[in-house]
């Protein structure tokens, strides 16, 4: 089971990242497996927030928690 603690503590080390680039995430619900996020910052207006959703956000999370199933952004 996804629960938030974990999901929030494998935030903690991809927000250093995103905040890199003058953004941030926040976790807005786990649901089935699934994983909402909101991009901000930078990274909520950038063109390629899908892509580091897809290829940084979602990657890190499913490599720390492996029964994630998808990670979407609202």
Known sequence: MVTKAKVDESLVKIR???????GDIELVEIKDDVVY??????????PMAT?????????????????????EAI
């Open 37 to 46: 996020v909101k991009l901000k910052g930078a990274c909520g207006s950038c």
């Open 16 to 22: 250093q990242g995103l905040k890199n680039d003058g």
């Open 51 to 71: 892509i580091t959703l897809k290829n940084f956000v979602e990657a890190n999370l499913k490599k720390d928690i492996p029964e994630i199933k998808a990670v």
